[in-house]
Nanobody, 125 residues
Framework: QVQLVETGGGLVQAGGSLRLSCAATGPTFSTSTMGWFRQAPGKEREFVAALDWSGRTTDYANSVKGRFTISRDNAKNIVYLQMNGLKPEDTAIYSC??????????????????WGKGTLVTVSS
């Protein structure tokens, strides 16, 4: 069983930066593909970024490429999402997710087995 807790959300002005953290408990974190997803009010959940167990293979949504960076520290069981150049349209609840059954970098939320409750990011214009 993997438990995920996100921190680091908050209110930031457009153009600013935030770093989200996702702390994981459980024996399989170091071998799990991890992802970040977000859901804005009235919208469906969407993929943001993902990386494999080594951190060498990553994928990003087109809307965040060049602005967001996903990384992980397997010694600390934490995955990060560094967000730079934030825009009002980035406002959403950001959740991290972990795979248990697969070992692929995936954009589909149904390929992830464990989810955190999320942290709210609000970007003001």
């Amino acid at each position: 069983q993997v438990q995920l807790v996100e921190t680091g959300g908050g209110l930031v002005q457009a153009g600013g930066s935030l770093r989200l953290s996702c702390a994981a408990t459980g024996p399989t974190f170091s071998t799990s593909t991890m992802g970040w997803f977000r859901q804005a009010p009235g919208k469906e959940r969407e993929f943001v970024a993902a990386l494999d167990w080594s951190g060498r293979t990553t994928d990003y949504a087109n809307s965040v490429k060049g602005r967001f960076t996903i990384s992980r520290d397997n010694a600390k069981n934490i995955v990060y999402l560094q967000m730079n150049g934030l825009k009002p349209e980035d406002t959403a609840i950001y959740s991290c997710a972990a795979q248990a059954r697969l070992r692929i970098v995936a954009t589909d939320p149904w390929k992830y087995d464990y989810w955190g409750k999320g942290t709210l990011v609000t970007v003001s214009s």
